[in-house]
């Protein structure tokens, strides 16, 4: 078990909770069905989390390479899949150039931004490859000074923020990417919510890791009052699952 105060992903992950970006499982199954469409063979996952949607692409006789680096996190990737895991953070990860028929990112890129990591994906992928990804992002209605504070505040009760600090918005994720030279597949608004069934999988998975881990017990119950506060305004945020082509 890891010493210290664990940010609520990590809980998560400790638990044997996964999935954690907008929309869950569901909106997983959508990209990885998108991935098979285009007949991805090697894929970049970024931010990977504990590693579900690894193994699901590697179950699937998918070449994955994964990025996660958060120590906690990558450790448990590392025992439940074996995948080429990397520690770097995906600004400064390295490979070479058009070495992936797809990048797949979920609930990460928001927090890198439009710019940097379009231009990084596309550097990664081979002409006609694929990314795909979901994210939670702030709407034209959101107010920038809140924002800031809502970031910083998320960030330091949760230890990752629920959004980026920025008011960045999907039009402008879409101008970043076309300009690129990506061109849109499809793109599915989102309730970021977990359906019914996953909700209760999740509880019963949380139920499970408190039994194993009962001095978590405190820990998940605090984390558990602060995501009862509505944060943002409603229409402030919005999520979507996305897959856009690279330009050949
Ligand atoms: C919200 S979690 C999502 C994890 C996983 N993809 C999932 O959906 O359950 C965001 C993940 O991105 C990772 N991450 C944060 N900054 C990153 C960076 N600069 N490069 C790559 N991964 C990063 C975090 O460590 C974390 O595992």
Known sequence: MPSGPLAFHELMAVLGVGDLHPGGRQATTFLLAELARHGSRRVLEVGAGMGLTTERMARSGL???AIEPNPIL?????ERVRVP????????????????????????????GPESSAAKVRRLLRPGGILAFVDMLWTPAAKPDVVAFLHDQTRAVFGIPMAPRQVVTWEEWKTVLRRLGFSEVVTRAI?????????????????LGLISHPELVPLF????????????????????TSVWQRSA
Do not use: C, M, N, Q
């Open 85 to 112: 895991a990397h520690a770097t953070p995906f600004e400064a990860f390295e490979d070479g150039e058009g070495r992936y028929d797809a990048v797949l990112a979920e609930g990460v890129l928001y927090k890198l």
């Open 191 to 207: 309730d970021p919510a977990a359906s019914p069934a996953e909700r209760r999988s999740r509880r019963a998975r949380i139920a």
């Open 221 to 240: 119950l605090s984390y558990r009052s602060y995501r009862r506060i509505p944060w943002a305004p409603p229409g402030w945020l919005e999520s979507f």
């Open 74 to 78: 990558r450790r448990l990737l590392e």
């Open 63 to 65: 070449d994955v390479t």
